[in-house]
């Protein structure tokens, strides 16, 4: 059982960053994949970003490749989401997820455990 929290959220003018954290309450392993979501106002929820516990590799969605980064600290149990270069559609609510299937993609639906979200606004 893993409960995940999400915080950094706020507001922040266009061009800026801002960093989000996820804590996951129960131990990681190294099967687990960890992804950041988004849903803004109207729309679906949308894939950002997703690491592995364990692993070098991360993937990214073509609308925040360079300006978003993810990470990770194992011993903290917690997943990063830098993010810099905000845009104002960017603002949304940002939700960390995580789940034992070993290939879950980007599909929200392959993700069982979820964050309560955190609120990111960019402005102008």
């Known amino acids: 059982q893993v409960q995940l929290v999400e915080s950094g959220g706020g507001l922040v003018q266009a061009g800026g960053s801002l960093r989000l954290s996820c804590a996951a309450s129960?131990?990681?392993?190294?099967?687990?994949?960890v992804g950041w979501f988004r849903q803004a106002p109207g729309a679906e929820r949308e894939f950002v970003a997703r690491?592995?516990?364990?692993?070098?590799?991360?993937y990214y969605a073509d609308s925040v490749k360079g300006r978003f980064t993810i990470s990770r600290d194992n011993a903290e149990n917690t997943v990063y989401l830098q993010m810099n270069m905000l845009k104002p559609e960017d603002t949304a609510v940002y939700y960390c997820?995580?789940?034992?299937?070993?290939?879950?993609?980007?599909?929200?639906?392959?993700?069982?455990?979820w964050g309560q979200g955190t609120q990111v606004t960019v402005s102008s």
């Open positions: 997820a995580a789940t034992t299937k070993y290939y879950p993609g980007g599909y929200s639906n392959n993700y069982d455990y």
């Open positions: 129960g131990r990681m392993f190294s099967g687990y994949v």
């Open positions: 690491i592995r516990w364990s692993g070098a590799n991360t």
